[in-house]
């Protein structure tokens, strides 16, 4: 796949405007049943409350830009409208802004200026920066484990190597984060499956760990294979992170998951494997994290970047 070939994601809901609603409408609103989530925006409210929190921000972008649809939206914003993660809880919306005076916060919307002209994509009602330019961004202005989640996505949706990112941030007039963006870019990798996992790697290597290698299958049986998320190889360890979503994949139920996973587990372990597991609240906490991976004898093999892991929690 290329990046032309990706789509803007549409609204999770269906968007209500006051002015295209009928008569009924200020009676929903007064008895609960119509939400607002812009100025003269509603959403079902029913509908509202079953949405997970990145869901509800991408409806506040399109509620946005139903009511401003030249805006191009870019950092967060842009990554929330091609399906790529956003860590952390997002409050503000990101927009381009037409001049250097107009850079400015108003109310939930940040608009950034930049030197350079991003390309866009343009769908019906909505213009985002492209997916390739949106990462960029991500790169050069947060934290690298922001950055890395959606490099990893988008690298992983295009089957591709970091090239095209690497190139796009060396190519820009400014040179502003240009130094900053690279480790989160030559890092990248379309082997990363979860945003879990890309958290997980960034941890392990600010820690002070030796990297693992990704996706790693072994014979578990006649036939049968397993893949596990990073092996420690130099000393026979595998590490599992499990994110909630595993266990719903395949339309199997939570339970089934669940018991499929500790057989595949008991099976590596009988081959003589270590196994160490660990889940979003440990990755979270590097000092969990740690632990977990000296117990299970993975090698540290450089200084830990305390820098990062001490402002890794307010991102996650």
Known sequence: MTPDAMSIQPPPVALLRRAEAGTRFDHAVRSGRLHRIRSGVYVDSRDWEELPPWSRYLARIHAFASKSPHTVFMHESAAALWGLPTLGKQHRIHARASRPGAARRMNDVQWHHTNDEPDVAVAPGIVATSPIDTVVDLARSRHPVVARAAADALLRELGTGPDALLATNDARISARGRSAA???????????????????????????????????????????????????????????????????????????????????????????????????????????????????????????????????????
């Open 182 to 316: 690279r480790w989160p870019l030559e890092t990248a990798s379309s082997l990363v499956e979860t945003a879990l996992e890309s958290v997980s790697l960034c941890v392990i290597e600010w820690l002070g760990f030796e990297r693992p290698e990704l996706q790693v299958e072994f014979e578990i049986g006649p036939g049968d294979i397993a893949r596990a998320d990073f092996y420690w190889r130099s000393v026979d360890v595998i590490g599992e992170a499990d994110g909630r979503a595993k266990y719903s994949m395949n339309g199997g139920l939570p339970e089934q998951q669940m018991w499929s996973e500790k057989r595949r587990e008991d099976s590596l372990r009988r081959q003589g494997r270590g196994v160490a597991r660990w889940t979003w609240e440990e990755a979270r906490r590097p000092d969990v994290l740690r632990d977990v991976l000296r117990h299970s004898g993975v090698p540290e093999v450089r200084a830990p970047r305390h820098d990062l892991l001490r402002t890794l929690p307010a991102h996650l």
